[in-house]
């Protein structure tokens, strides 16, 4: 079995595009390029796949609904896959302990895990905020990859 270390690498190389699989309300799936990244989860400290996601899309309905979802990152023909459970932190999705300031460093952290970097924080910060960005955090539930990726 894989381990996140071996996404985390996969992804980086990248630039943290992934794919993201949610599961629709009737059972078919929904598949997404987004970006990426590994970080420790703000409350656990455990390693977990971490990533933006605007307001109001399907994905995030999706993950309410079924907060099962598989990620997939890939470097040519070298790939890892990451199960796992998907919990959102945003501003239609409170959670416990996570203000405004909680969640504004949480999706700049989540942008440098994948990879990003920002000229402007204070205009990232205002976009963010204005497209209800929501932080999801996918921890592993099942990790895996093709023979030549670990």
Same mark, same amino acid.
């Not at 630039?15 to 699989?21: D, E, F, K, T």
């Not at 796949?49 to 996601?53: S, T």
């Given at each position: 079995m894989t381990d996140i270390a071996t996404f985390s690498e996969l992804a980086a190389r990248d630039?943290? !595009?992934?794919? !993201?699989?949610t599961v629709r309300r009737d059972g078919s799936v929904q598949s997404s390029v987004i970006n990426a990244g590994v970080m420790p989860h703000p409350r656990t400290g455990e390693s977990v796949?971490?990533?933006?996601?605007a307001g109001g899309t399907r994905k995030l309905d999706h993950l309410r609904a079924n907060p099962r979802t598989t990620i997939v990152a890939r470097a040519g023909w070298q790939w890892a896959t990451v199960e796992g459970t998907a919990e959102i932190i945003g501003p239609d999705d409170p959670a416990t302990g996570v203000d405004s300031e909680s969640l504004r460093? !949480?999706?700049?952290?989540?942008f440098q895990a994948a990879g990003?970097?920002?000229d402007d924080w204070d205009t990232y910060d205002r976009v963010m905020a204005a497209e209800r960005r929501a932080a999801v955090f996918i921890s592993?539930?099942?990790v895996y990859s093709n023979p030549s990726a670990g």
């Open positions: 630039h943290g !595009l992934c794919v !993201l699989s796949v971490a990533l933006v996601a460093l !949480l999706l700049r952290g989540i990003g970097t920002h592993p539930v099942r």
